[in-house]
């Protein structure tokens, strides 16, 4: 399908002034017995409908974070030493900041991308089968981690690879104690229902540039002290195996690390299969598909 017969519900970078436009997709797409025979009892849902976002702490036991950890220092190891586009490092020297596409390189993080405990709240929440839109390790380590700058990565995704609708969420697994201090996802709880268009033309190859520092598609100053003072700053932390459950079009960022701890986790997202990529809403190509996964393929649960 292309962006030519879909109407854009969701403008971007398109007009000279930003603009905070009313979300209109649900926030909950189950209803009825679909909804009730999740694993997600009424108030997680009352939560997240409101918050946009659903944290459990030590979700995973320790035997489970230790063979992570260890397979994360191997994927470390592995990609040290090369050039592959799916390793991003940090833009003021050669540190490895994110490896995309661990739930098709790795055996254990595929499995993981596909554990029932995830799943099960995904589709309850979502609506439907799901697929893996993006998946990576990001690496924050201590001392020299870099922030992320505020942005809703549906902003990103709708303009630069297509996802028509809000029908997305964000797994983040802590592989690491995550504190107030060393850097910690923040989000705007209740952003998730409205949609800040930001300005500026996206450059081509843009995501060359913007994983490692965005600069399009990031909220103004203006827009981002309105939903501030509105809305408030949740900082979901807690120790190694906690889970985080974000909305994609929850607005959120993560300061520098400047302490000896670091804090590194796996991150998924899992789109719905109703809600595949068409051709980018800013009329460019297609980012590669480590980035916006083009291809349907519905998981099934594992145990």
């Known amino acids: 399908m292309t962006v030519k017969e879909l109407t ?15 979300r209109k997709d649900p926030v909950i797409f189950s209803a009825g017995d679909q909804l009730k025979q999740g694993p997600l009892d009424q108030e997680k849902l009352d939560f997240y409908e409101k918050n946009g976002y659903l944290f459990f702490e ?45 739930h ?28 893996i839109h993006q998946s990576r390790i990001n690496f924050k380590p201590g001392f020299n981690g870099k922030e992320f700058y505020w942005h809703s990565d549906f902003e ?15 797994c983040s697994i802590a592989l690491e104690d995550n504190y107030h ?27 060359k540039q913007s994983l490692k520092k965005q600069e399009y598609g ?3 100053h203006e827009s981002l002290t309105k939903m501030v003072k509105e809305f408030g700053i949740d900082t979901p ?5 906690s889970l985080l459950l974000f909305e994609c079009n929850i607005m959120h960022g993560s300061n520098g690390n400047i302490t000896p701890y670091p804090r590194s986790n796996i991150f998924m997202v899992y789109n719905s299969v109703e809600n595949g990529l068409v051709q980018p809403f800013s ?5 590669p598909d480590f980035l916006g996964e083009r291809t349907i393929k519905p998981l099934k649960p594992i145990e």
């Not at 297509?162 to 029908?167: E, H």
């Open 8 to 22: 854009d519900l969701y403008p971007s970078r398109v007009n000279d002034r930003p603009r905070i436009l009313e």
């Open 58 to 102: 030590k979700f995973f036991s320790d035997d489970e974070v230790q063979k992570w950890r260890q397979e994360l220092r191997n994927v470390w190891e592995e990609s040290k030493h090369t050039s592959a586009p799916e390793i991003i490092r940090e833009p003021q020297n050669d540190e490895i900041r994110s490896v995309f596409k661990i």
């Open 104 to 131: 098709e390189t790795n055996d254990i993080f595929n499995r993981l991308s596909r554990d029932r405990r995830i799943l099960d709240m995904i589709m309850q929440l979502l609506g439907s089968e799901v697929y």
């Open 156 to 170: 990103t995704w709708h303009v630069e690879d297509g996802m028509p609708r809000m029908r997305a969420i964000s």
């Open 181 to 207: 201090f060393n850097g910690p996802l923040m989000v705007l709880p209740g952003s998730h229902k409205y949609f800040v268009s930001c300005v500026g033309q996206t450059p081509d190859d843009h995501y």
């Open 218 to 220: 990031v909220p103004d």
């Open 237 to 241: 932390t807690g120790p190694a195996g």
């Open 283 to 287: 009329g460019q190509n297609p980012r």
